[in-house]
Protein backbone atom coordinates (compact mmCIF):
# COMPACT_ATOMS: atom_id res chain seq x y z
CA UNK A 1 0.00 0.00 0.00
CA UNK A 2 1.33 3.23 -1.12
CA UNK A 3 1.53 6.00 1.68
CA UNK A 4 1.50 9.53 0.25
CA UNK A 5 5.55 9.49 0.45
CA UNK A 6 6.20 6.82 -1.05
CA UNK A 7 4.01 8.51 -3.59
CA UNK A 8 6.66 11.20 -3.78
CA UNK A 9 9.25 8.78 -4.07
CA UNK A 10 8.01 6.73 -7.08
CA UNK A 11 7.05 9.94 -8.73
CA UNK A 12 10.52 10.90 -8.69
CA UNK A 13 11.42 7.93 -10.26
CA UNK A 14 8.54 8.03 -13.11
CA UNK A 15 9.86 11.68 -13.74
CA UNK A 16 13.09 10.37 -14.33
CA UNK A 17 12.24 7.41 -16.76
CA UNK A 18 9.99 10.38 -18.31
CA UNK A 19 13.34 12.74 -18.67
CA UNK A 20 15.82 9.86 -20.13
CA UNK A 21 12.77 8.97 -22.95
CA UNK A 22 13.44 13.09 -24.00
CA UNK A 23 16.69 12.18 -26.30
CA UNK A 24 17.50 9.92 -29.28
CA UNK A 25 14.27 11.03 -31.25
CA UNK A 26 12.87 12.60 -27.74
CA UNK A 27 9.39 12.63 -26.30
CA UNK A 28 6.42 14.84 -25.44
CA UNK A 29 8.13 15.71 -22.17
CA UNK A 30 6.36 18.62 -20.43
CA UNK A 31 2.79 17.01 -21.72
CA UNK A 32 3.94 13.92 -19.68
CA UNK A 33 5.46 15.92 -16.71
CA UNK A 34 1.75 17.37 -15.87
CA UNK A 35 -0.27 14.28 -15.90
CA UNK A 36 2.73 11.98 -14.13
CA UNK A 37 1.57 12.62 -10.46
CA UNK A 38 -1.95 11.83 -11.03
CA UNK A 39 -1.88 8.43 -13.43
CA UNK A 40 0.88 7.78 -10.15
CA UNK A 41 -2.23 8.23 -8.19
CA UNK A 42 -4.91 6.78 -9.63
CA UNK A 43 -2.65 3.37 -10.28
CA UNK A 44 -1.55 3.20 -6.78
CA UNK A 45 -4.45 4.26 -4.61
CA UNK A 46 -7.34 4.52 -6.44
CA UNK A 47 -8.02 1.99 -9.47
CA UNK A 48 -7.97 -1.78 -8.60
CA UNK A 49 -5.38 -2.42 -11.37
CA UNK A 50 -1.99 -4.42 -10.97
CA UNK A 51 0.55 -7.25 -12.26
CA UNK A 52 -1.99 -9.73 -10.85
CA UNK A 53 -5.75 -8.39 -12.26
CA UNK A 54 -4.77 -7.41 -16.13
CA UNK A 55 -7.47 -9.58 -17.42
CA UNK A 56 -9.82 -9.69 -14.47
CA UNK A 57 -12.92 -8.96 -16.28
CA UNK A 58 -13.68 -7.36 -12.94
CA UNK A 59 -10.75 -5.41 -12.92
CA UNK A 60 -11.08 -1.00 -12.82
CA UNK A 61 -10.03 0.14 -16.32
CA UNK A 62 -7.63 2.95 -17.51
CA UNK A 63 -7.71 4.65 -20.53
CA UNK A 64 -5.14 7.58 -21.79
CA UNK A 65 -7.02 9.22 -24.30
CA UNK A 66 -4.14 11.84 -23.95
CA UNK A 67 -1.91 9.22 -25.56
CA UNK A 68 1.05 11.80 -25.82
CA UNK A 69 1.89 11.59 -22.12
CA UNK A 70 2.38 8.18 -22.74
CA UNK A 71 6.19 8.34 -21.38
CA UNK A 72 3.96 9.03 -17.49
CA UNK A 73 2.11 5.19 -18.15
CA UNK A 74 5.32 3.55 -19.20
CA UNK A 75 6.91 4.77 -16.24
CA UNK A 76 4.10 3.97 -13.69
CA UNK A 77 3.67 0.81 -15.85
CA UNK A 78 7.61 0.25 -14.74
CA UNK A 79 7.37 1.49 -11.43
CA UNK A 80 4.26 -1.00 -10.29
CA UNK A 81 6.51 -4.07 -11.97
CA UNK A 82 3.75 -4.52 -14.93
CA UNK A 83 6.32 -3.28 -18.22
CA UNK A 84 10.19 -4.44 -17.54
CA UNK A 85 12.30 -1.11 -16.73
CA UNK A 86 14.55 -2.60 -20.01
CA UNK A 87 11.88 -2.18 -22.74
CA UNK A 88 12.45 1.74 -22.06
CA UNK A 89 15.80 1.43 -23.62
CA UNK A 90 13.57 0.39 -26.78
CA UNK A 91 12.20 3.76 -27.02
CA UNK A 92 11.88 4.25 -30.82
CA UNK A 93 12.83 1.25 -31.65
CA UNK A 94 11.23 -0.45 -34.46
CA UNK A 95 12.51 -3.72 -33.30
CA UNK A 96 9.84 -3.27 -29.79
CA UNK A 97 6.70 -0.85 -29.35
CA UNK A 98 8.11 1.99 -26.95
CA UNK A 99 6.90 5.27 -29.03
CA UNK A 100 4.79 8.46 -28.46
CA UNK A 101 1.76 7.41 -28.11
CA UNK A 102 0.32 4.36 -26.62
CA UNK A 103 -0.45 0.63 -27.79
CA UNK A 104 -2.00 -2.64 -26.66
CA UNK A 105 1.93 -4.68 -27.26
CA UNK A 106 2.41 -2.89 -23.64
CA UNK A 107 0.86 -5.30 -20.65
CA UNK A 108 -1.12 -3.23 -18.76
CA UNK A 109 -2.41 -0.88 -21.75
CA UNK A 110 -6.05 -1.00 -22.57
CA UNK A 111 -6.52 0.67 -25.75
CA UNK A 112 -4.50 2.55 -28.42
CA UNK A 113 -4.45 6.41 -28.55
CA UNK A 114 -3.07 9.49 -30.15
CA UNK A 115 -5.96 10.89 -31.77
CA UNK A 116 -7.42 13.08 -28.97
CA UNK A 117 -11.32 12.50 -28.29
CA UNK A 118 -11.42 9.13 -28.89
CA UNK A 119 -10.94 7.18 -25.80
CA UNK A 120 -13.99 8.98 -24.09
CA UNK A 121 -16.12 7.27 -25.87
CA UNK A 122 -14.39 4.19 -25.59
CA UNK A 123 -14.58 3.78 -21.70
CA UNK A 124 -17.47 5.05 -22.09
CA UNK A 125 -18.94 1.96 -24.19
CA UNK A 126 -16.52 0.08 -21.54
CA UNK A 127 -18.67 1.80 -18.31
CA UNK A 128 -21.53 1.15 -20.14
CA UNK A 129 -20.61 -2.54 -20.28
CA UNK A 130 -19.67 -2.82 -16.09
CA UNK A 131 -23.04 -1.40 -15.70
CA UNK A 132 -24.86 -3.53 -17.85
CA UNK A 133 -23.29 -6.72 -16.54
CA UNK A 134 -23.78 -4.89 -12.70
CA UNK A 135 -20.36 -4.61 -11.96
CA UNK A 136 -19.05 -2.20 -9.74
CA UNK A 137 -16.01 -1.34 -11.41
CA UNK A 138 -14.51 2.44 -12.47
CA UNK A 139 -13.54 3.38 -15.52
CA UNK A 140 -10.68 6.04 -16.09
CA UNK A 141 -10.16 8.38 -18.67
CA UNK A 142 -7.35 11.08 -18.79
CA UNK A 143 -7.49 13.67 -21.29
CA UNK A 144 -5.93 16.77 -21.73
CA UNK A 145 -7.19 20.31 -21.51
CA UNK A 146 -6.42 21.07 -25.51
CA UNK A 147 -8.20 17.83 -26.11
CA UNK A 148 -11.73 19.83 -24.75
CA UNK A 149 -11.14 21.46 -28.89
CA UNK A 150 -12.51 18.34 -30.14
CA UNK A 151 -16.14 18.01 -30.11
CA UNK A 152 -16.40 14.18 -29.75
CA UNK A 153 -15.15 14.89 -25.90
CA UNK A 154 -18.37 16.92 -25.18
CA UNK A 155 -20.47 14.60 -27.30
CA UNK A 156 -18.88 11.87 -24.13
CA UNK A 157 -19.90 13.88 -21.64
CA UNK A 158 -23.63 14.18 -23.19
CA UNK A 159 -24.41 10.15 -23.63
CA UNK A 160 -22.30 9.50 -20.56
CA UNK A 161 -24.90 11.67 -18.29
CA UNK A 162 -27.59 10.16 -20.48
CA UNK A 163 -26.80 6.82 -19.82
CA UNK A 164 -26.12 8.00 -15.79
CA UNK A 165 -22.48 6.19 -15.93
CA UNK A 166 -21.10 7.56 -12.64
CA UNK A 167 -18.80 4.53 -12.54
CA UNK A 168 -16.87 6.78 -15.61
CA UNK A 169 -14.71 9.54 -14.72
CA UNK A 170 -13.34 11.92 -17.06
CA UNK A 171 -9.69 13.46 -15.36
CA UNK A 172 -8.88 16.59 -17.18
CA UNK A 173 -5.06 17.21 -17.33
CA UNK A 174 -6.02 20.79 -16.97
CA UNK A 175 -1.91 21.80 -17.91
CA UNK A 176 -3.28 25.66 -19.20
CA UNK A 177 -1.73 24.76 -22.47
CA UNK A 178 -2.24 23.12 -25.63
CA UNK A 179 0.37 21.97 -27.91
CA UNK A 180 1.86 25.68 -29.22
CA UNK A 181 0.22 27.72 -26.53
CA UNK A 182 -1.80 28.52 -23.22
CA UNK A 183 -5.35 27.35 -24.02
CA UNK A 184 -6.85 30.87 -22.80
CA UNK A 185 -4.97 32.87 -25.93
CA UNK A 186 -6.33 30.00 -28.34
CA UNK A 187 -9.47 28.57 -27.74
CA UNK A 188 -10.08 29.88 -23.89
CA UNK A 189 -12.25 26.87 -21.67
CA UNK A 190 -12.99 29.01 -18.35
CA UNK A 191 -14.80 28.49 -16.91
CA UNK A 192 -14.04 24.87 -17.31
CA UNK A 193 -15.91 23.60 -14.44
CA UNK A 194 -19.09 25.22 -15.31
CA UNK A 195 -19.01 23.71 -18.96
CA UNK A 196 -18.48 20.07 -17.66
CA UNK A 197 -21.69 21.12 -14.87
CA UNK A 198 -24.22 22.38 -17.70
CA UNK A 199 -23.37 19.56 -19.12
CA UNK A 200 -24.54 17.51 -16.71
CA UNK A 201 -21.72 16.21 -14.63
CA UNK A 202 -20.76 16.21 -11.08
CA UNK A 203 -17.23 18.29 -10.96
CA UNK A 204 -14.32 18.46 -8.63
CA UNK A 205 -11.47 20.83 -9.52
CA UNK A 206 -8.05 20.31 -7.36
CA UNK A 207 -4.60 20.97 -8.06
CA UNK A 208 -3.12 17.99 -9.56
CA UNK A 209 0.23 18.14 -8.30
CA UNK A 210 -1.25 17.93 -4.72
CA UNK A 211 -1.57 13.99 -3.71
CA UNK A 212 -3.80 15.06 -0.56
CA UNK A 213 -5.90 16.72 -2.63
CA UNK A 214 -6.44 14.33 -5.06
CA UNK A 215 -7.06 11.66 -2.63
CA UNK A 216 -10.06 13.81 -1.02
CA UNK A 217 -11.38 14.60 -4.23
CA UNK A 218 -11.38 10.65 -4.69
CA UNK A 219 -12.04 9.69 -1.07
CA UNK A 220 -15.97 9.42 -1.84
CA UNK A 221 -17.55 7.96 -5.11
CA UNK A 222 -19.32 8.54 -7.02
CA UNK A 223 -19.13 12.04 -6.58
CA UNK A 224 -23.14 12.06 -7.41
CA UNK A 225 -25.10 9.52 -8.18
CA UNK A 226 -26.41 9.05 -11.91
CA UNK A 227 -23.82 11.36 -12.80
CA UNK A 228 -20.35 11.88 -14.83
CA UNK A 229 -17.66 12.14 -12.40
CA UNK A 230 -15.57 15.08 -13.80
CA UNK A 231 -12.02 15.63 -12.21
CA UNK A 232 -10.46 19.17 -13.46
CA UNK A 233 -6.21 18.42 -12.09
CA UNK A 234 -4.57 21.64 -12.46
CA UNK A 235 -1.41 21.56 -13.39
CA UNK A 236 2.03 22.41 -14.40
CA UNK A 237 3.49 21.57 -17.60
CA UNK A 238 6.84 20.14 -17.12
CA UNK A 239 6.35 19.54 -13.68
CA UNK A 240 9.46 19.17 -11.83
CA UNK A 241 11.77 21.15 -13.94
CA UNK A 242 11.79 24.63 -13.27
CA UNK A 243 13.80 25.42 -16.98
CA UNK A 244 10.74 24.24 -18.77
CA UNK A 245 7.84 24.50 -16.40
CA UNK A 246 5.01 26.68 -17.99
CA UNK A 247 6.87 26.80 -21.27
CA UNK A 248 4.75 26.79 -24.61
CA UNK A 249 8.08 26.23 -26.54
CA UNK A 250 8.83 22.86 -24.64
CA UNK A 251 5.72 20.31 -24.96
CA UNK A 252 7.84 17.75 -27.12
CA UNK A 253 11.67 17.61 -26.57
CA UNK A 254 14.90 16.39 -28.15
CA UNK A 255 17.23 17.13 -25.82
CA UNK A 256 21.10 15.84 -26.09
CA UNK A 257 22.12 13.62 -23.57
CA UNK A 258 23.88 15.75 -21.88
CA UNK A 259 21.13 18.25 -21.66
CA UNK A 260 18.86 14.90 -20.21
CA UNK A 261 22.29 14.49 -17.57
CA UNK A 262 21.63 18.07 -16.92
CA UNK A 263 17.60 18.28 -16.43
CA UNK A 264 18.08 14.99 -13.97
CA UNK A 265 20.20 17.04 -11.56
CA UNK A 266 17.93 19.72 -11.84
CA UNK A 267 14.91 17.32 -10.64
CA UNK A 268 17.14 16.62 -7.32
CA UNK A 269 17.10 20.61 -7.00
CA UNK A 270 20.03 21.87 -8.98
CA UNK A 271 20.15 25.35 -10.70
CA UNK A 272 18.02 25.34 -14.44
CA UNK A 273 19.59 23.45 -16.81
CA UNK A 274 20.69 25.50 -19.95
CA UNK A 275 18.76 24.22 -22.80
CA UNK A 276 19.89 24.68 -26.36
CA UNK A 277 18.16 21.69 -28.03
CA UNK A 278 15.72 23.67 -30.70
CA UNK A 279 11.76 24.40 -28.85
CA UNK A 280 8.79 23.48 -31.29
CA UNK A 281 9.23 20.64 -32.66
CA UNK A 282 6.44 18.37 -33.91
CA UNK A 283 3.26 20.61 -34.61
CA UNK B 1 -39.42 -12.16 -41.09
CA UNK B 2 -37.77 -8.62 -41.27
CA UNK B 3 -34.62 -7.69 -40.21
CA UNK B 4 -35.86 -6.14 -36.88
CA UNK B 5 -37.07 -9.26 -36.06
CA UNK B 6 -34.04 -11.67 -37.29
CA UNK B 7 -31.97 -9.34 -35.38
CA UNK B 8 -34.26 -9.32 -32.10
CA UNK B 9 -34.07 -13.16 -32.45
CA UNK B 10 -30.25 -13.50 -32.86
CA UNK B 11 -29.44 -10.94 -30.00
CA UNK B 12 -32.23 -12.74 -27.17
CA UNK B 13 -30.56 -15.90 -28.49
CA UNK B 14 -26.63 -14.80 -28.00
CA UNK B 15 -26.26 -11.62 -24.94
CA UNK B 16 -23.15 -10.93 -26.49
CA UNK B 17 -24.93 -8.82 -28.98
CA UNK B 18 -25.99 -5.28 -28.37
CA UNK B 19 -27.62 -3.53 -30.76
CA UNK B 20 -26.48 0.57 -31.07
CA UNK B 21 -27.73 3.18 -33.11
CA UNK B 22 -26.93 7.43 -33.46
CA UNK B 23 -30.91 7.97 -33.20
CA UNK B 24 -31.63 5.83 -36.44
CA UNK B 25 -34.75 4.06 -35.24
CA UNK B 26 -36.38 2.74 -38.96
CA UNK B 27 -34.64 -0.85 -38.38
CA UNK B 28 -35.10 -1.00 -34.78
CA UNK B 29 -38.08 0.74 -33.62
CA UNK B 30 -39.28 -2.27 -30.97
CA UNK B 31 -36.10 -2.95 -30.03
CA UNK B 32 -36.21 -0.80 -27.10
CA UNK B 33 -38.82 -2.78 -25.50
CA UNK B 34 -37.07 -6.02 -26.60
CA UNK B 35 -33.86 -5.62 -26.03
CA UNK B 36 -33.98 -3.65 -23.28
CA UNK B 37 -30.76 -2.44 -21.77
CA UNK B 38 -28.59 -3.85 -24.76
CA UNK B 39 -30.56 -1.34 -27.05
CA UNK B 40 -28.39 1.70 -26.51
CA UNK B 41 -29.32 5.12 -28.69
CA UNK B 42 -26.45 7.68 -28.22
CA UNK B 43 -28.51 10.04 -29.91
CA UNK B 44 -27.26 11.74 -33.64
CA UNK B 45 -23.49 11.69 -32.33
CA UNK B 46 -22.33 8.73 -34.71
CA UNK B 47 -18.18 9.53 -33.85
CA UNK B 48 -19.58 8.64 -29.53
CA UNK B 49 -21.59 5.70 -30.82
CA UNK B 50 -18.71 4.14 -32.88
CA UNK B 51 -16.52 4.70 -30.13
CA UNK B 52 -18.50 3.05 -27.58
CA UNK B 53 -18.81 0.17 -29.60
CA UNK B 54 -15.58 -0.62 -29.45
CA UNK B 55 -15.73 0.32 -25.65
CA UNK B 56 -18.51 -2.63 -25.91
CA UNK B 57 -16.62 -4.90 -28.17
CA UNK B 58 -13.40 -4.97 -25.79
CA UNK B 59 -15.85 -6.34 -23.13
CA UNK B 60 -16.87 -8.82 -25.04
CA UNK B 61 -19.74 -7.73 -26.76
CA UNK B 62 -20.57 -7.73 -30.37
CA UNK B 63 -22.38 -4.47 -31.31
CA UNK B 64 -24.44 -4.00 -34.07
CA UNK B 65 -25.08 -0.47 -35.30
CA UNK B 66 -26.81 1.75 -37.24
CA UNK B 67 -27.10 5.15 -38.66
CA UNK B 68 -27.31 6.99 -41.82
CA UNK B 69 -25.10 5.50 -44.61
CA UNK B 70 -23.30 8.56 -45.19
CA UNK B 71 -22.73 9.88 -41.15
CA UNK B 72 -21.73 6.54 -40.40
CA UNK B 73 -18.86 6.18 -42.77
CA UNK B 74 -18.36 9.97 -42.88
CA UNK B 75 -18.67 11.54 -39.61
CA UNK B 76 -17.47 8.88 -37.87
CA UNK B 77 -14.76 7.63 -40.12
CA UNK B 78 -11.35 8.18 -38.47
CA UNK B 79 -13.64 6.34 -35.52
CA UNK B 80 -13.90 3.38 -37.51
CA UNK B 81 -10.58 2.91 -38.89
CA UNK B 82 -8.71 4.06 -35.72
CA UNK B 83 -11.25 2.37 -32.97
CA UNK B 84 -12.20 -0.66 -34.54
CA UNK B 85 -10.30 -1.05 -37.67
CA UNK B 86 -6.63 -0.67 -35.70
CA UNK B 87 -7.51 -3.82 -33.59
CA UNK B 88 -9.91 -5.12 -35.37
CA UNK B 89 -13.05 -5.16 -33.31
CA UNK B 90 -15.93 -7.53 -34.09
CA UNK B 91 -18.67 -4.27 -34.61
CA UNK B 92 -20.89 -4.60 -37.07
CA UNK B 93 -22.49 -1.76 -38.95
CA UNK B 94 -25.58 -1.39 -40.36
CA UNK B 95 -25.66 1.18 -43.12
CA UNK B 96 -29.48 2.94 -43.86
CA UNK B 97 -30.00 3.98 -47.23
CA UNK B 98 -26.78 3.65 -49.08
CA UNK B 99 -26.43 4.91 -53.02
CA UNK B 100 -30.29 5.74 -54.28
CA UNK B 101 -31.72 4.36 -51.37
CA UNK B 102 -31.24 7.92 -50.00
CA UNK B 103 -33.96 9.25 -52.73
CA UNK B 104 -35.37 12.33 -52.05
CA UNK B 105 -32.74 13.63 -49.14
CA UNK B 106 -30.22 15.50 -51.56
CA UNK B 107 -26.15 15.25 -51.60
CA UNK B 108 -25.29 15.39 -47.87
CA UNK B 109 -26.96 12.26 -47.76
CA UNK B 110 -26.35 10.27 -50.55
CA UNK B 111 -23.43 7.67 -49.62
CA UNK B 112 -21.94 6.95 -53.08
CA UNK B 113 -18.56 7.15 -52.04
CA UNK B 114 -18.63 4.40 -49.23
CA UNK B 115 -17.42 1.01 -50.38
CA UNK B 116 -14.51 2.59 -51.81
CA UNK B 117 -13.72 4.63 -47.68
CA UNK B 118 -15.13 1.24 -46.41
CA UNK B 119 -12.81 -1.33 -48.28
CA UNK B 120 -10.08 1.13 -47.64
CA UNK B 121 -9.53 0.00 -43.63
CA UNK B 122 -7.40 -2.94 -43.35
CA UNK B 123 -9.30 -5.68 -41.21
CA UNK B 124 -13.30 -4.77 -42.83
CA UNK B 125 -15.35 -7.04 -44.30
CA UNK B 126 -17.47 -4.80 -46.73
CA UNK B 127 -21.13 -6.43 -48.04
CA UNK B 128 -24.28 -5.09 -49.94
CA UNK B 129 -27.39 -7.30 -50.14
CA UNK B 130 -29.54 -7.34 -53.15
CA UNK B 131 -32.87 -7.36 -51.51
CA UNK B 132 -34.39 -8.14 -47.82
CA UNK B 133 -34.09 -11.63 -48.76
CA UNK B 134 -30.62 -11.62 -49.42
CA UNK B 135 -29.93 -9.83 -46.51
CA UNK B 136 -31.56 -12.13 -43.79
CA UNK B 137 -29.94 -14.35 -45.85
CA UNK B 138 -26.37 -12.95 -45.55
CA UNK B 139 -26.45 -11.68 -42.00
CA UNK B 140 -26.69 -14.27 -39.55
CA UNK B 141 -22.91 -15.61 -40.56
CA UNK B 142 -21.52 -12.23 -41.09
CA UNK B 143 -22.64 -11.16 -37.49
CA UNK B 144 -21.21 -14.27 -35.91
CA UNK B 145 -18.19 -13.96 -37.25
CA UNK B 146 -15.10 -12.35 -35.34
CA UNK B 147 -14.56 -9.54 -38.21
CA UNK B 148 -15.19 -5.98 -38.32
CA UNK B 149 -17.75 -6.18 -40.95
CA UNK B 150 -19.88 -2.86 -43.15
CA UNK B 151 -23.42 -3.96 -44.43
CA UNK B 152 -25.20 -1.44 -47.34
CA UNK B 153 -28.76 -2.34 -45.37
CA UNK B 154 -31.41 -3.32 -48.25
CA UNK B 155 -34.81 -3.99 -46.87
CA UNK B 156 -36.52 -3.75 -50.00
CA UNK B 157 -38.89 -6.75 -51.50
CA UNK B 158 -38.61 -8.43 -54.73
CA UNK B 159 -39.71 -11.41 -55.88
CA UNK B 160 -35.90 -12.86 -56.11
CA UNK B 161 -35.39 -15.99 -53.93
CA UNK B 162 -31.36 -15.97 -53.61
CA UNK B 163 -29.26 -18.66 -53.09
CA UNK B 164 -27.99 -19.94 -49.27
CA UNK B 165 -25.69 -17.91 -48.43
CA UNK B 166 -21.91 -18.90 -48.08
CA UNK B 167 -19.54 -16.90 -46.58
CA UNK B 168 -17.46 -14.82 -49.01
CA UNK B 169 -18.55 -15.80 -52.17
CA UNK B 170 -20.93 -14.16 -54.66
CA UNK B 171 -24.07 -15.38 -56.42
CA UNK B 172 -24.13 -16.52 -59.95
CA UNK B 173 -27.49 -16.21 -61.92
CA UNK B 174 -25.81 -16.62 -65.15
CA UNK B 175 -22.61 -16.56 -67.08
CA UNK B 176 -22.98 -15.18 -70.37
CA UNK B 177 -21.26 -15.70 -73.38
CA UNK B 178 -21.35 -11.93 -74.34
CA UNK B 179 -21.41 -10.09 -71.36
CA UNK B 180 -21.61 -11.01 -67.33
CA UNK B 181 -23.26 -8.21 -65.14
CA UNK B 182 -21.59 -7.40 -61.66
CA UNK B 183 -23.84 -5.80 -59.08
CA UNK B 184 -24.74 -5.36 -55.64
CA UNK B 185 -27.43 -3.76 -53.85
CA UNK B 186 -30.72 -2.54 -54.70
CA UNK B 187 -29.96 -2.69 -58.49
CA UNK B 188 -29.73 -6.38 -58.51
CA UNK B 189 -33.65 -6.32 -59.44
CA UNK B 190 -32.75 -3.74 -62.10
CA UNK B 191 -30.14 -5.20 -63.89
CA UNK B 192 -31.93 -8.72 -63.25
CA UNK B 193 -35.34 -7.14 -64.94
CA UNK B 194 -32.86 -5.87 -67.91
CA UNK B 195 -30.97 -8.81 -68.34
CA UNK B 196 -34.52 -10.24 -69.48
CA UNK B 197 -34.97 -7.87 -71.67
CA UNK B 198 -31.64 -8.28 -73.54
CA UNK B 199 -31.83 -12.25 -73.23
CA UNK B 200 -35.32 -11.82 -75.60
CA UNK B 201 -33.29 -9.45 -78.29
CA UNK B 202 -30.95 -12.39 -78.24
CA UNK B 203 -27.77 -11.20 -76.36
CA UNK B 204 -26.14 -14.24 -73.87
CA UNK B 205 -26.36 -11.52 -70.89
CA UNK B 206 -25.17 -12.80 -67.34
CA UNK B 207 -25.84 -11.94 -63.63
CA UNK B 208 -23.55 -12.08 -60.63
CA UNK B 209 -25.07 -10.63 -57.35
CA UNK B 210 -21.81 -9.55 -55.59
CA UNK B 211 -23.06 -9.76 -52.25
CA UNK B 212 -19.10 -9.46 -50.84
CA UNK B 213 -17.17 -6.86 -52.10
CA UNK B 214 -14.74 -7.57 -49.48
CA UNK B 215 -13.02 -10.22 -49.62
CA UNK B 216 -13.65 -10.49 -53.07
CA UNK B 217 -14.86 -13.86 -54.34
CA UNK B 218 -11.43 -14.21 -56.66
CA UNK B 219 -12.86 -17.87 -57.94
CA UNK B 220 -16.59 -16.73 -59.51
CA UNK B 221 -14.67 -13.63 -61.00
CA UNK B 222 -12.18 -15.88 -62.68
CA UNK B 223 -14.69 -18.25 -63.57
CA UNK B 224 -17.06 -15.78 -64.92
CA UNK B 225 -14.26 -13.90 -66.92
CA UNK B 226 -13.12 -16.58 -68.63
CA UNK B 227 -16.72 -17.00 -70.61
CA UNK B 228 -17.75 -13.43 -70.54
CA UNK B 229 -16.51 -11.39 -73.51
CA UNK B 230 -17.48 -8.27 -71.72
CA UNK B 231 -17.88 -7.57 -67.88
CA UNK B 232 -20.63 -4.77 -66.69
CA UNK B 233 -19.81 -3.63 -62.95
CA UNK B 234 -23.03 -1.92 -62.42
CA UNK B 235 -23.54 0.71 -58.60
CA UNK B 236 -24.50 3.17 -57.33
CA UNK B 237 -21.76 4.52 -56.36
CA UNK B 238 -18.78 7.36 -57.62
CA UNK B 239 -16.61 6.00 -60.16
CA UNK B 240 -13.62 5.78 -57.50
CA UNK B 241 -13.21 2.94 -54.98
CA UNK B 242 -16.29 0.74 -56.03
CA UNK B 243 -16.71 -2.26 -57.77
CA UNK B 244 -15.39 -0.71 -60.68
CA UNK B 245 -12.36 0.01 -59.33
CA UNK B 246 -11.94 -3.18 -57.29
CA UNK B 247 -12.62 -5.21 -60.52
CA UNK B 248 -9.76 -3.42 -62.23
CA UNK B 249 -7.48 -3.85 -60.17
CA UNK B 250 -8.22 -7.61 -59.80
CA UNK B 251 -8.07 -7.64 -63.73
CA UNK B 252 -4.43 -6.23 -63.46
CA UNK B 253 -3.58 -8.39 -60.41
CA UNK B 254 -4.71 -11.99 -62.66
CA UNK B 255 -3.60 -10.48 -65.88
CA UNK B 256 -7.08 -10.54 -67.32
CA UNK B 257 -8.22 -8.35 -70.09
CA UNK B 258 -11.85 -8.69 -71.07
CA UNK B 259 -13.72 -5.76 -72.06
CA UNK B 260 -15.11 -3.60 -69.46
CA UNK B 261 -18.47 -1.31 -69.70
CA UNK B 262 -18.61 0.42 -66.21
CA UNK B 263 -21.96 1.88 -65.10
CA UNK B 264 -22.03 3.66 -61.94
CA UNK B 265 -22.62 7.60 -61.25
CA UNK B 266 -19.05 8.67 -62.64
CA UNK B 267 -18.41 12.23 -60.52
CA UNK B 268 -21.98 13.39 -60.02
CA UNK B 269 -24.62 13.45 -56.87
CA UNK B 270 -27.28 12.51 -58.34
CA UNK B 271 -30.46 14.42 -58.55
CA UNK B 272 -32.41 13.66 -55.77
CA UNK B 273 -36.30 12.55 -55.91
CA UNK B 274 -38.13 9.25 -55.74
CA UNK B 275 -36.87 6.11 -56.18
CA UNK B 276 -38.34 4.73 -59.75
CA UNK B 277 -37.39 8.54 -60.97
CA UNK B 278 -34.35 8.76 -59.56
CA UNK B 279 -33.40 5.04 -61.18
CA UNK B 280 -35.07 6.37 -64.56
CA UNK B 281 -33.39 9.66 -64.69
CA UNK B 282 -29.73 8.61 -63.71
CA UNK B 283 -30.19 5.70 -66.68
CA UNK B 284 -30.38 2.87 -63.89
CA UNK B 285 -34.07 1.70 -64.26
CA UNK B 286 -34.21 -2.03 -66.42
CA UNK B 287 -35.16 -0.37 -69.67
CA UNK B 288 -32.61 2.34 -69.22
CA UNK B 289 -29.58 -0.07 -68.16
CA UNK B 290 -30.94 -2.15 -71.01
CA UNK B 291 -30.57 0.48 -73.78
CA UNK B 292 -27.10 1.47 -72.45
CA UNK B 293 -25.70 -2.23 -72.69
CA UNK B 294 -27.14 -2.88 -76.12
CA UNK B 295 -25.73 0.22 -77.40
CA UNK B 296 -22.29 0.06 -76.44
CA UNK B 297 -22.21 -3.80 -76.88
CA UNK B 298 -23.30 -2.95 -81.11
Not at chain 2, 175 to 200: D, Q, S
Request: charge should be negative; glycine fraction near 8%; hydrophobic fraction near 40%.
Amino acid sequence: MYTLNALEESAFRIRERIIKMSTDGGCFLGASLSAADVILFLYTRFLNLSKQNLNDPERDYFFLSKGHDVPALYGTLVELGILEESRLKNHLSVKDHIYWHPNTHIPGIEFHSGSLGHLPSVALGVALDIKLKGGKAKVVCILGDGELNEGSCWEAVLVANAYKLDNLYFIIDRNHFQANMPTEDLIPLEPLSDKFTAFGASVKRIDGHDFKAVENALSSTPFHPGKLNVLIADTVRGKGLPSIEKRADRWFCNFTHKEVEDLLLELRGNAPTHLSSETLLVR
Amino acid sequence: MSYEELLTQIALEDDRFVVMTAENRALVRKMPETLKNRFIDTGITEQTMVGAAAGLALRGRIPVIHALSTFLTMRAFEFIRTDIGIPGLPVKLSSYIPGFLSDGNGPTHQAIEDISLMRGIPNMTVYAPADEDDLLKMVPSIWKNPEPAYIRINTRKTDYKHTPYNPGKSEIISVGKKATILVYGLLFEEAFRAREILLKKGLDIGLVNMRCLKPLDQETLVQVIKDSEWIIPIEDHFHTGGLYSILAEFLLNKNLYPRVLPINLGEKWFTPGLLPQVLENEGFSAARLAERIEAHLA
